[in-house]
C-alpha cells in the first residue's frame, strides 16, 4: 500500500508540471518519515548520489558544448560542410546532417545541438525553398546524434550509475550513431529524388573550401582529444572533459570570439544545467533508497520471467516503456531511477550493459523526439516561431530510420559490443 501512494503522488507530481527533482523529493521524504527514518538520512542519501567523480565529466561537457555554442563553432563546421558538398542534389539537407554529425562529436546534447543548428540552417533552408517541416524535421532529428555520440552527457550518467566503464560505453555508441547517421542520409536522398525542383547545388569552389577546412581545423581538435585520450588510455573520461575546456577557451581566444561576456555567459548556462542535473541525481538517489527497500527490483524481475525469458523480448518490450517515458521525461531522471532497477533484471537475461545503456540512450533520445511533448521538438520550434503542428508533421518521417536502427541494435548486439571488443574496454 505504501508503495502504491508513493507512485501515485509522484505520477501526480509529474502531471501537474511539478519540476522532477522535487517530484522525487517530495514522496520519498514523505516516505521516510512514515517508516521512522530522519530527514538527515535523507540529505545524506542526496548527497552520497551526486558524490562521485565519474559525474565531475557532466558540467565539463556542458561547459564545452555551451562555450562552442556561443564560440561559433557551429556555423564553421556548417561553412565547411557546405563548401564540401557544393554540387551534391539537396546539398543543405545533406550539409544540415553533415554540420549535426560534426557537432556531435563536441557538444553532448541534443538540446544545444538543436538549438545552435537550428539558429543556422533552417533559415537558410527556407530561403532555399525548402519546406519548412522537412527543414525542421531534419534538425531535430541530426540533433539526436549529439546525445547518442561521444561525449554524450547521458551516457556518462548511465555508466556512473551503473558501475559500468564510461569509455566502453562510448565506444559502444559509435556504431549506433553512425547508423542513425546513414538511416537519416538515406531518407533525405530518396526525399530529394522526390523533389527534383529542390537543388540547391553550386560550382565547387577550392578557395572556399580551403578557407572553410582551415577554420574548421581547431574545432576538429576536440573529437580527437576527447575520444583519442579516452580510448588510447592517457586519460579518463572525467580528465579528457576538463582537457576539451580548457583546449575549447585556447580556440575561443585564438579566433578571437572569446569574450569575458561570453565566458560569463558559458559559465551561468552550465551552472544552471548542471545544477539541475546533480539535483535530480541527488533525488533520483533518494528515490532508489526506496525502491530498493520495497524491493521493486526483485518483484519486477520475478514478473518478467514469468512473463517471457527470451533477452530479446525483455528488450522489445523495454523499447515501448522507453519510447513512452522519454516522450515526457528527458533522459537523466529516466536513467537514473531506472538503471539501478534493471541492472539485476539483465544481468539475469545475460544482457550486455553496454548493450542495455545505448539502447536506453537511443530509446530516450527518439521519445524526445516525438509528439506532442518530446523536448527537441519545442526547442526547434520556440527558436522558429512556427506552429508546431507543422513541425509534429515534419518529423513523423524521420522516425522511421530512427526507429528502424533501434530495431536493428535490439535484435544484434554486436553492433553496440564490437568497438569495444576491439578495444579491450
Do not use: C
Not at 561553412?79 to 544540415?96: K, M, S, T
Not at 573520461?237 to 582537457?243: D, F, I, L, N, W
Not at 522519454?326 to 537475461?349: C, D, K, N, R, T
Not at 506532442?372 to 520556440?382: E, M, R, T
Amino acid at each position: 500500500m505504501d508503495l502504491w501512494f508513493f507512485a501515485l503522488l509522484l505520477v501526480v507530481l509529474l502531471l501537474l508540471r511539478v519540476p522532477v527533482a522535487f517530484a522525487m523529493i517530495l514522496p520519498s521524504m514523505i516516505y521516510f518519515t512514515s517508516h521512522g527514518l530522519s530527514a538527515g538520512y535523507a540529505m545524506t542519501s542526496m548527497l552520497n548520489g551526486i558524490n562521485s567523480f565519474p559525474l565531475l565529466a557532466v558540467p565539463l561537457f556542458i561547459f564545452v558544448g555551451t562555450l562552442s555554442n556561443h564560440l561559433g563553432i557551429a556555423t564553421r563546421l556548417y561553412d565547411f560542410a557546405r563548401a564540401l558538398l557544393p554540387r551534391l542534389p539537396g546539398n543543405l539537407a545533406f550539409v544540415n546532417l553533415g554540420t549535426a554529425i560534426g557537432f556531435s562529436w563536441i557538444s553532448g546534447s541534443a538540446l544545444a545541438d538543436a538549438a545552435s543548428t537550428s539558429k543556422v540552417q533552417i533559415p537558410q533552408m527556407l530561403k532555399a525553398k525548402y519546406p519548412y517541416g522537412f527543414s525542421a524535421g531534419l534538425t531535430a532529428s541530426s540533433s539526436l546524434l549529439s546525445t547518442v555520440m561521444p561525449p554524450s552527457i547521458p551516457a556518462v550518467l548511465f555508466a556512473a550509475t551503473a558501475s559500468i566503464s564510461t569509455g566502453a560505453l562510448f565506444a559502444g555508441s559509435v556504431l549506433p550513431a553512425a547508423l542513425m547517421a546513414v538511416g537519416l542520409a538515406v531518407y533525405i536522398a530518396i526525399w530529394v529524388r522526390l523533389h527534383p525542383e529542390i537543388t540547391g547545388s553550386r560550382p565547387f569552389d577550392v578557395r572556399m573550401l580551403g578557407t572553410a577546412t582551415v577554420r574548421v581545423l581547431g574545432p576538429a581538435l576536440l573529437p580527437i582529444i576527447i575520444l583519442g585520450g579516452i580510448f588510447s588510455g592517457w586519460f579518463t573520461p572525467t580528465e579528457s572533459a576538463g582537457v576539451a575546456a580548457a583546449v575549447t577557451i585556447v580556440l575561443g581566444a585564438v579566433y578571437r570570439t572569446l569574450s569575458w561576456a561570453t565566458f560569463w555567459k558559458a559559465a551561468k548556462e552550465t551552472v544552471i544545467m548542471s545544477g539541475g542535473i546533480l539535483l535530480i541525481i541527488g533525488a533520483s538517489n533518494l528515490l532508489g533508497q526506496v525502491l530498493a527497500r520495497e524491493q521493486v527490483s526483485r518483484g519486477l524481475g520475478e514478473w518478467l520471467a514469468g512473463v517471457t525469458d527470451n533477452p530479446i523480448v525483455f528488450l522489445l518490450l523495454l523499447n515501448v516503456l522507453l519510447i513512452l517515458l522519454g516522450v515526457f521525461l528527458e533522459a537523466p531522471p529516466v536513467i537514473l531511477v531506472l538503471v539501478p532497477i534493471l541492472m539485476p533484471i539483465v544481468s539475469g537475461y545475460g544482457i550486455d550493459p553496454v548493450h542495455l545503456g545505448v539502447i536506453m540512450i537511443v530509446n530516450l533520445m527518439i521519445g524526445s523526439l516525438t509528439p506532442p511533448v518530446g523536448a527537441v521538438l519545442f526547442v526547434v520550434g520556440s527558436i522558429t516561431r512556427r506552429p508546431m503542428g507543422e513541425l509534429f508533421r515534419g518529423i513523423l518521417p524521420f522516425l522511421v530510420p530512427l526507429f528502424g536502427v533501434l530495431l536493428l541494435l535490439t535484435l544484434f548486439p554486436q553492433i553496440v559490443t564490437i568497438v569495444p571488443t576491439m578495444l579491450g574496454l
